[in-house]
């Protein structure tokens, strides 16, 4: 399965690589996002609002519902909502596959039941381009939208920053 998992992600564009392993560094704090990923003022800016919607994970994780209850419901799905409508809004996550890659790392994979409607809730929302919108919304198939049920099987592979490697130092 890490195979496949491997191959899922080197199938996404490079930008959307980038921001999967940043958004894992920020989401697991793993390393310091700011040093491994601003490359301007922009991106800093950006990294630093992703941290602050980024500090909801905990809420997030820890209001994972049981079942479909509708009380349980809206306490995780507002702010699951709300981190997603960032990172859709970055437009680095084109496709409901790479959302949903990066959001069984980011929560774990007991999220999978909630990440089709979060994902169209997110999608919908006014603050996205309009041929944003009609992408997103279409990346999603029916089997994902209409799934009976989900694996609980935690994923295995999280991709991480590699530094390059200078080929003219190797030896031969």
């Known amino acids: 399965?890490?195979?496949a998992?491997?191959?899922e992600f080197a199938g996404f564009s490079a930008a959307t690589q980038r921001y999967i392993r940043r958004s894992l560094d920020i989401g697991l704090e793993r390393e310091d996002a700011m040093l491994r990923?601003?490359?301007d003022v922009v991106e800093a800016?950006?990294?630093r609002a992703q941290s602050r919607i980024y500090d909801r994970l905990h809420e997030?994780?820890?209001l994972m519902p049981e079942d479909s209850d509708l009380d349980s419901i809206e306490p995780f799905m507002a702010p699951l909502i709300a981190i997603a409508a960032f990172d859709l809004g970055q437009g680095?996550?084109?496709s409901f596959s790479?959302?949903?890659f990066l959001y069984e790392r980011l929560i774990g994979a007991e999220v999978r039941p909630w990440l089709p409607s979060a994902f169209c809730a997110a999608a919908a929302l006014p603050h996205l381009h309009p041929d944003l919108r009609r992408k997103l919304l279409q990346s999603?198939?029916?089997a994902a939208a209409t799934a009976s049920g989900w694996s609980n099987r935690q994923p295995s592979f999280y991709p991480a920053w590699v530094e390059k490697v200078d080929s003219a130092a190797l030896p031969n």
């Open 1 to 3: 399965m890490t195979l």
């Open 5 to 7: 998992e491997m191959k």
């Open 37 to 39: 990923w601003s490359r």
């Open 45 to 47: 800016a950006s990294i």
């Open 60 to 62: 997030v994780r820890a």
């Open 92 to 94: 680095r996550l084109t």
């Open 98 to 100: 790479s959302f949903r």
């Open 140 to 142: 999603i198939s029916e």
